[in-house]
């Protein structure tokens, strides 16, 4: 049985239609979804009888749960346990500015790079959309707060998922859903070009970030084996595209790894890589995993590739850290428990 958190308003609202229901019973539904949260049919007590015995023979009203929690001071990590038993992950961040989820989109990871706690372990299954969904409704009822921010930066590849998670877009921006506004999301995807474009051509306003790690394809499909399909001459020039087609800056995101990607040469070559861009590249550093060898960049010389990109007029930040104690970090979940 579909779940009812799978639609988006439109899909809903032709539900309905086929019930013979008046389309503002959509946006109803959605109130009792996302304003008030409630957690059955029978409480949407401004439907019919006869519509709810309808909804509740067609749809399922199935909810992920919480495992555990593990708090730091400025983050909270989530284990949520599926309907099948499998296990995901996701992160709330306090930033000055608000409060920010990291939500995961599948169940593992095919894309298997080098470095990726996500990756060593293979891909499951695709989450549904009910699945992405619920770990934001579950962390605002747990705080009895709003999110303010997503990122989709936990465990998968977003573009792997792309229909659920397109539709997971929608929900969480639409004002009767979530109401998050799209300047507010981000999705991150390792280069999946196909995908990409199919995602500029959405109207969404909604922020991209591309997983770089790499200024040259003998290092970057090292680190990450979809560069062999998507090599990053392709990859650039698929983001310059999209940077004229939506008018939207892109976020590069580089993750720092001692003695791998982190000489000035690396820098130098990044710089020539995004000259005229518009782009702001992230410079993350790395945490430490223990079944994987990488190490984090030392700070002076994240301090200076930082400089020299800015010398060659890139805009450039370096990632505050969250959650490193409590292996909360976005790219750090794991989706199996306890190990
Ligand atoms: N699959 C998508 C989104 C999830 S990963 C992607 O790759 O973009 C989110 C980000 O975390 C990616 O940039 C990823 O490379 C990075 N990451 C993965 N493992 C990490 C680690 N141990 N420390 C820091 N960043 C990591
Ligand atoms: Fe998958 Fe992203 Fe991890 Fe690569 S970095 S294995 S794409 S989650």
Redesign the pocket.
């Known amino acids: 049985m579909n779940n009812i958190y799978n639609y988006d308003y439109d899909e809903l609202t032709t539900l309905l239609e086929g019930y013979n229901e008046k389309s503002y019973r959509c946006k109803q539904i959605w109130q009792w979804l996302y304003q008030k949260k409630v957690l059955s049919f029978d409480e949407m007590t401004n439907l019919s009888k006869d519509l709810i015995s309808k909804l509740k023979n067609d749809l399922s009203f199935d909810y992920i749960k919480i495992k555990t929690k593990q708090e730091s001071d400025l983050t909270k990590k989530y284990l949520f346990e599926l309907t099948d038993g499998n296990y995901i992950e996701a992160v709330l961040m306090m930033h000055d500015y608000g409060l920010s989820v990291c939500v995961s989109s599948q169940v593992g990871?095919n894309?298997g790079?080098a470095?990726?706690?996500?990756g060593r372990l293979k891909k499951v299954r695709n989450l549904e959309t009910y699945e992405i969904v619920e770990q934001i409704l579950l962390i605002e009822r747990d705080l009895n707060k709003r999110i303010d921010s997503v990122v989709?930066?936990?465990i998968?590849?977003?573009f792997d998922n792309y229909d659920n998670i397109i539709r997971f877009l929608k929900i969480i921006n639409n004002p009767y859903g979530l109401a998050i506004g799209a300047r507010h999301i981000t999705v991150?995807?390792?280069g999946i070009i196909p995908k990409i474009k199919e995602f500029m051509m959405l109207p969404l306003q909604i922020n991209l970030?591309v997983?770089l790690?790499a200024p040259n394809d003998e290092l970057r499909s090292r680190l990450m084996p979809v560069n062999k399909a998507y090599p990053l001459n392709d990859l650039i020039s698929i983001l310059k595209e999209y940077i004229v087609k939506t008018n939207r800056r892109i976020t590069i995101?580089y993750?720092m790894l001692k003695g791998v990607n982190d000489s000035d040469e690396h820098a130098l070559e990044l710089a020539s890589l995004l000259k005229g861009m518009n782009v702001y590249v992230n410079l993350?550093p790395?945490?430490?995993?223990s079944h994987i060898e990488f190490k984090r960049a030392d700070k002076d010389i994240i301090m200076k590739f930082y400089d020299l990109l800015k010398r060659k007029g890139i805009n450039v930040t370096i990632r505050k850290e969250f959650g490193a104690g409590i292996d909360a970090?976005?790219?750090?979940l794991r989706a199996k428990e306890g190990e």
């Open positions: 990871c894309m790079c470095f990726c706690e996500s989709i930066m936990g998968g590849e977003p991150s995807t390792s970030a997983s790690h995101e993750v993350i790395y945490n430490e995993t970090a976005c790219g750090q």
